[in-house]
């Protein structure tokens, strides 16, 4: 029981700290080194490609689907300029 309880209580942190960061993910990628711009982009997103206009053609990991509410993982295209 006490394993369950514990358990359960470190999901809520996680969970905490998730919605935290996805809060600030914009002033946080804003104001990391290229290196670190690297690292959240390929935590958040899977298999990066440009369409024909040079778009990004984002898809997106879980746990971001979920948070962001996307049903089939993808978001085509994005005017990122």
């Known amino acids: 029981m006490g394993r369950h ?4 209580e470190n999901f809520y942190v996680t969970a905490n700290v998730v ?3 996805a809060a ?3 002033e946080i990628f804003i104001s990391s080194e290229v290196a ?3 690292q959240i982009l390929n935590l958040v997103f899977q298999n990066l490609k440009l369409d024909e206009k ?6 997106v990991n879980e746990p971001f ?10 978001i085509r295209p994005i ?3």
Do not use: V
Not at 5 to 8: S, T
Not at 65 to 74: D, R, V
């Open 5 to 8: 309880h514990d358990a359960d």
């Open 19 to 21: 919605m935290n960061l």
């Open 24 to 26: 600030r993910s914009r």
């Open 36 to 38: 670190e711009k690297r």
């Open 54 to 59: 040079q778009n990004p053609i984002l898809e």
């Open 65 to 74: 689907m979920t948070l962001m509410g996307i049903k089939n993982g993808f």
């Open 79 to 81: 005017n990122c300029r």
